[in-house]
Structures are given as structure tokens and as C-alpha cells.
């Protein structure tokens, strides 16, 4: 469960298989043997790896536990709540909770576990499933008084229905994807013959993402309330929509904005078998330390010429070099939010589109050429691509410059997301009017 909460707070893609992952200070393997739509992922053994890669030790809901409190205020900033000593930390409620046998910070009510471990086919689930929409589900939809959408969304939804749909694919009860699309079809029966609840219908059935609680990563989180009981507070968090039928057809691939003021870019070019100068530029850049310290992909010129030969043949980003006054000072990498992993961690329009910015030269840091590059290619952006309403980045929450940049060149600051390496500052530089 531990780890199930950790992978979705995270945003950390999952496929059937074996996985590695590093939380905190451990370095974890796992096979993954069940891969669920609604994150009610299905795990072999969960082993704690050496610096060779060996297995040493299974990986115990202690150890679990400590290694995401670890990680989880690490990366937070020192200010935040999570990190206050009064907060309290996910070890103390493990302490408290392994006595009474809980495994679960965020439980289920005890109807609905019954109903997740009780079931055994797929007809006794879909009567099940007729019922929960009849007697719960719709009332609370006729009831939504149009506040508090988040609240509705996580405690009627992400941590009701869907939990059990996922318990139900995970025990082999039922596919998944059958009561997924059955119950997206009784959402609907519930919208057209009430009007008043389409909007928070329509929401759930066409949203990327849906609100759900986290309990282990996340800023604002509390571990003991305001008498020092050990009690978990979660916060919401966005995760991508398994009712939601398919990604929206015709968003074309990234366009390449005229960027203006003294700015130019241009697409990497690969050339002869090493990528040629441009291929060249980028990996020494990336290895310079300003640089490395923040994206943490100082890797060798093999690798960097791969990584952009990919990104090149596919439709997620497009690799640029950019200019400022006819010399070459930085990176930049736009993409289609809707094909990228923070396409899951915030409700997008499907124009959105994103970049990541490196200046390059050490020489050109400081001086507020970021700013002004920033704001270039967001308004860029938004003139090349009409239906585009949002340009969106996130850098680490640690990374105050970056953020500081950001907010000079016209973006806001409207959350702070998980992925599966940092925690994001998530910026977005909307459209004026809208």
C-alpha cells in the first residue's frame, strides 16, 4: 500500500515488469505484476538493493515508511509544514498504526473493504456497482452544491468507487476497464436525466487528471494535529483520469515559436556518427556544473546524442539550441504537455504546451537573460499555436532562481507537484483574457 501511495503521489510511470526506483536513501526493485488503471498496482517481493544492484533485504513496511518520510521532506523546502517538528512525520503514525495492524494511512470505510475482498466474479461486481451508483454515488452527485469540487472528486470518487474497481482488477475479480466503462456510461445516465449535476459529471468523465489525497509526499502535509495526537492530515493532489475514454484526437505535434528581442532558435541538428557540433554543445553544457546540479543529466555524449535522436523522431518535444544576438548560449526542450508524465499531474487543456530552459553559458547567468528568454518563448508559443491557452514548466521547488525567473517573466506560481525525481514549483503563463 506503502508503496502503491508513493508511485501515484509521485507521478513515477509504472509497466508490468521489474522496476527500480530510489526513495529517499534506498534504492528499491520490484516486479510488477499487475498494472492498474485506477494505481491499485499488484507487486512481487519488494527488495532493497546494494550499490551493485544485489538484493539484501525485502523492503518492510518500516523501512518503507522511513524512506519515503525521508524523501518526502527532502523534497520539500526546510519551511514548509511537512518539514516543521511539530508536524510530526510518517514514522509516527507507523508506530502507531502497526500495533493495531493498519497498512493504510488513508483507509477505505469498512462497507466498501468488505465489498473489494468479498466479491468473486464479474457479475456479482457489476451488481455491486449498480447498487453503490444507485445508493451512493448519485445522491452525493445531486448534492453537489457546485463548492468544494476537489473534496467531492476525492472523497466520492478517487477514494471510493475507484479504489474498489481497483482492488476488484488486482484480486482478478474483474477487468478493470469493464467496470470502468460501465460506470462512466451510469455517470452519464445520471447527468442526462439530472442536468443540474453535468458540470461535475462532465468533469469527471473529460478531466485528464481527478483529485485525489495524498498521505506521503506533499509540502503541506501533517502528521499530528493541533494537540500533537498522531493523526494523518492528507492534501489533495491531481492524478491522471482512468475514466476518461481517450486522449482528444488532432493536437498537433510542438511549433516553433519566433521569439523575438535579440532571441533565436533553432532545432538540434544530428550529424555524422557523434551528432556533430550541436550534439556536442548540449552534452557540454548539460555537464557544466550550474547546469547539472538543477536537471541532474550530466550524462555522456552516447547517451545525449540518443536522447535527442529520440526526441527528434517523435511528436512529445522538440530539442532547440538558442541564440542571443547570433551566439549560441542555451538549451531548450518544448513539448505538448498532453504527451509528457505532467500531463497526469495537473487537469491541462490539450494545446497546453511546456518548456524546459538551460542557459548554457556561465558567462550569460546572472544578468537576467533568463527572464527575458522565459518570457520570450511563452509568448512565442502562445502566437504560434492559437488554441494554445497555457505554457507551463516546473522546476524544483529547491531551485529559488529558477522560480524567481519564472515569476518575473509573467508566470504564476499556482502549485507544487510531484514527479518522480523532485518536487515541482508548477508555473503557468496563461493566455491574456483567459
Known amino acids: 500500500m ?9 507521478h513515477a510511470p509504472v509497466a508490468e515488469g521489474p522496476l527500480r526506483l530510489t526513495i ?7 516486479d510488477v505484476v499487475y498494472d492498474s488503471p485506477t494505481g ?45 517538528p511539530e508536524s510530526g512525520t510518517l514514522v509516527d503514525w507507523l508506530l502507531t498504526a502497526l500495533p493495531r495492524r493498519e497498512v493504510d494511512p488513508l483507509p477505505l470505510p469498512d462497507d466498501l473493504v ?49 479504489v474498489v474497481v481497483g482492488l476488484l482488477g488486482r484480486r482478478g475479480v474483474v477487468h478493470e476497464e469493464f467496470l470502468l466503462a460501465e460506470l462512466a456510461k451510469r455517470l452519464g445516465a445520471i447527468a442526462e436525466e439530472h442536468p443540474q449535476s453535468s458540470s ?56 516553433l515559436p519566433e521569439l523575438g528581442d535579440g532571441w533565436s532558435l533553432r532545432p538540434v541538428t544530428i550529424t555524422g556518427e557523434d551528432g556533430g557540433p550541436d550534439v556536442d554543445l548540449v552534452h557540454r553544457w548539460m555537464n557544466r556544473e550550474h547546469v547539472a546540479v538543477n536537471w541532474e543529466q550530466d550524462w555522456s555524449l552516447g547517451r545525449w546524442h540518443d536522447e535527442l535522436a529520440t526526441q527528434l523522431a517523435g511528436a512529445h518535444s522538440v530539442p532547440c539550441i538558442v541564440s542571443r544576438d ?15 508524465n505532467l500531463g497526469s499531474c495537473y487537469p491541462h487543456a490539450p494545446h497546453d504546451l511546456g518548456a524546459h530552459i538551460a542557459i548554457g553559458e556561465p558567462d550569460a547567468i546572472g544578468k537576467g537573460l533568463g527572464s527575458s528568454l522565459l518570457g520570450a518563448v511563452a509568448r512565442g508559443l502562445l502566437a504560434a499555436d492559437p488554441a494554445c491557452r497555457n505554457v507551463v514548466a516546473e522546476p524544483n521547488v529547491h531551485n529559488g532562481a529558477s522560480v524567481g525567473a ?29
Open 2 to 10: 506503502l508503496l502503491r501511495r508513493w508511485l501515484a503521489e509521485t
Open 24 to 30: 529517499g536513501p534506498l534504492s528499491l526493485q520490484v
Open 40 to 84: 491499485a498496482h499488484g507487486f512481487g517481493s519488494i527488495s532493497v538493493l546494494d550499490a551493485e544492484g544485489r538484493a539484501l533485504v525485502p523492503a518492510d513496511p518500516a523501512v518503507l515508511a522511513a524512506a519515503c518520510s525521508a524523501d518526502a521532506r527532502a523534497r520539500s523546502r526546510a519551511e514548509a509544514p511537512i518539514n516543521a
Open 114 to 162: 468488505t465489498v473489494g475482498r468479498s466479491l468473486s466474479n464479474a457479475a456479482e461486481a457489476q451488481r455491486w456497482l449498480t447498487r453503490h451508483v444507485e445508493e451512493r454515488l448519485m445522491p452525493g452527485v445531486l448534492a453537489f452544491d457546485g463548492q468544494d469540487r476537489a473534496g467531492f472528486t476525492a472523497r466520492l470518487l478517487s477514494r471510493g468507487v475507484l
Open 200 to 255: 461535475l459529471v462532465e468533469h469527471w468523465l473529460t478531466s485528464p487528471t481527478l483529485t485525489d489525497l495524498a498521505a506521503l509526499n506533499g509540502s503541506p502535509l501533517r502528521y499530528r494535529d493541533e494537540t500533537g495526537a498522531v493523526q494523518v492530515q492528507p492534501v489533495f493532489f491531481e492524478r491522471r483520469n482512468p475514466l476518461r475514454a481517450e486522449e482528444p484526437a488532432g493536437v498537433p505535434g510542438v511549433p
Open 326 to 340: 547570433g551566439r549560441d548560449v542555451g538549451y531548450l526542450e518544448l513539448y505538448r504537455v498532453q504527451r509528457d
Open 406 to 434: 519564472f515569476g518575473k517573466a509573467g508566470f504564476a506560481q499556482v502549485g507544487e507537484v510531484g514527479l518522480p525525481n523532485k518536487n515541482s514549483a508548477l508555473m503557468v503563463f496563461t493566455r491574456q483574457g483567459e
